[in-house]
C-alpha cells in the first residue's frame, strides 16, 4: 500500500470540508476519523466537525467527544513538534509544518473557549476568557513572525513577544480533558532559544496560506 504524502492530506481535509458544507456529518466523520492520527490536518478537520456538532445540538455526549478530540489534536501537534526536535530515521518535519502545528494548536485553544463559555456560569465566561485572550496572542505573534520569513532570509523565528510560552498552564477544570500540566508543557519551540532551520526555504504559497490560515482563526 502506498504511503499518503502530506498532499494527499490536504486534498482529503479539502474534500472533507465540502463534505461538512453539504451537511453529510457521517460521512465527514469517517473521512476525517479514518486518518486523524496520521496527519496534524485530519486529526484539526475531526475535532472541528466534532465542536461544530457540540454547538448545534448542546447534548452533552457531543460536548465530550469534542472536547476529546481537540486535546487529541492538541497532542497530535505536540508529538509532531517533539519529531522535528528528535526525527526518526527517514521524517523530515519542514518549517512549514511546523508552524502549521502551531496554527492547529491554537485553532483548538479557540474552539476550547467556546465550549467553556457555552456553559454559561461565571467561572465559563472567566476561563473561556483567558483562553481567548491566549488564542488571540498566539495568533497576532504568528502573524507578525510568518510575515518576516522570506523578508529577512534566514532568522530567528521568535521575538521578545513570542519568548513566552503561548499556551501557558490554566487553572484546572472537570470540563477540559487535558491537565494544566499538559498545558504548561504546550510548548512548541518556538520561542527564542530556537532558531528555525530552513526558513528560507518557505515558498511564498506556502507563507500565504499560513498567513490565510492565521487570518481564519
Known sequence: MTR????????????????VINNDWLKAEELFGSHKDVSVLMSAGNSFVSFLQALMTFEEDKM??????????????K?????????????????????????????????????????????????????????????????LQIQHIGNNGERRFGSRESSTDPFPGSPPTDSMPTTPDEFQNLDFEFGSQRSLSGVSELSGSARDHLLAAVCFG
Open 4 to 19: 499518503r504524502t502530506e498532499s494527499d492530506y490536504v486534498k482529503l481535509s479539502t474534500e472533507g470540508i465540502k463534505v
Open 64 to 77: 465530550e467527544s469534542a472536547r476529546v478530540a481537540l486535546a487529541e489534536t492538541i497532542q497530535h501537534c
Open 79 to 143: 508529538s509532531k513538534m517533539s519529531s522535528s526536535k528528535h526525527p526518526k530515521a527517514g521524517e523530515v518535519v519542514s518549517a512549514e509544518e511546523r508552524i502549521l502545528c502551531e496554527v492547529v494548536a491554537t485553532d483548538c485553544l479557540l474552539y476550547q473557549a467556546g465550549l467553556i463559555v457555552v456553559n454559561q456560569d461565571i467561572t465559563g465566561y472567566i476561563k473561556g476568557g483567558w483562553y481567548l485572550r491566549q488564542a488571540w496572542k498566539s495568533y497576532k505573534r504568528l502573524y
